[in-house]
């Protein structure tokens, strides 16, 4: 399976962006899809995931009621919608695949850079 984020670019701080991850190739069960970033400089961290069934999600503290995951699950494409964005979102984010659930993120797709200006 591959991944594709999009949707990143460059917005001033309050503003907002809608990130898309696409998956194409082989199909497989998946339990969770997750989004992570990483600023320059910085180790990756985890910024939310999402249970393709169920819809249960989980969220980083430091986005939690600003970004907004949501999936297609009939499209296997995964949605994060960012708001009130700060300078301290400015990263790379990616999307990734927990298909088992033991957390365990092992597939991963190429990032798509998000800059906030002040």
């Known amino acids: 399976v591959q991944l594709q984020a999009s949707g990143g670019g460059s917005v001033q701080a309050g503003g907002s962006l809608k990130l898309s991850c696409a998956t194409s190739?082989?199909?497989?069960?998946?339990?969770?899809m997750g989004w992570f970033r990483q600023a320059p400089g910085k180790v990756r961290e985890f910024v939310g995931k999402?249970?393709?069934?169920?819809?249960?999600?989980w969220y980083a503290d430091s986005v939690r009621g600003r970004f907004t995951i949501s999936r297609d699950s009939a499209n296997n494409t995964m949605y994060l919608q960012m708001n009130n964005l700060k300078p301290e979102d400015t990263a790379v984010y990616y999307c990734?695949?927990?298909?088992?659930?033991?957390?365990?993120?092992?597939?991963w797709g190429p990032g798509t850079l998000v800059t906030v200006s002040s």
């Open positions: 990734a695949i927990d298909r088992t659930g033991s957390g365990n993120f092992n597939y």
């Open positions: 190739g082989r199909t497989f069960s998946i339990y969770a």
């Open positions: 999402i249970r393709w069934s169920g819809y249960r999600k």
